[in-house]
């Protein structure tokens, strides 16, 4: 189940999701983010936290980004943790159920070559090679 967390973070919350984040950018390599900006961007409310919890204990998170355009919302992510690598499709289909939802018309973002061949697998028409955006 995906929840908003409300800004400031809370300590004891960032401190469960931080690591999924640390992954991320260790795996990536992504010099463009470190752990004190995230928290910072997130409390100065230029982002969203999302958590998805399964059976009340949080397995996944996301920094994302609301971008409103003309005609259509869209749900930036800019990066997402999970506990297990393997959660991470089932992570994805929830978020996407949340953000059709919540009134977004797609979600983009940045990913390693792989994200778009694996999103098409599961179904989503991918629209970009650059990133992807998949298509609610």
Sequence with gaps: MIEYAHTPIRP??????????????DKTQNKDWMLADML???NQGMGLLLINKDEGKI?????VEAIPHHRT?????????????????????????????EGYTSITGEGRHAWPRV??????????????????
Excluded: C, P
């Excluded at 401190?15 to 991320?24: I, K, L």
């Excluded at 397995?59 to 920094?63: K, Q």
């Excluded at 297990?84 to 499709?89: P, R, S």
């Design 12 to 25: 004891d919350l960032w401190e469960s999701v931080s690591g999924y984040f640390q992954r991320a950018i």
């Design 40 to 42: 910072g961007w997130l």
């Design 59 to 63: 397995n996944s998170a996301a920094i």
């Design 73 to 101: 919302l869209v749900l930036r992510i800019h990066v997402m943790g999970a506990e297990k690598h393997t959660d991470w499709m089932t992570n994805f289909d929830e978020l996407a159920r949340w953000a059709k939802a």
């Design 119 to 136: 999103l098409e697998k599961q179904g989503y028409e991918v629209k970009k090679i650059t990133g992807f955006e998949v298509v609610l």
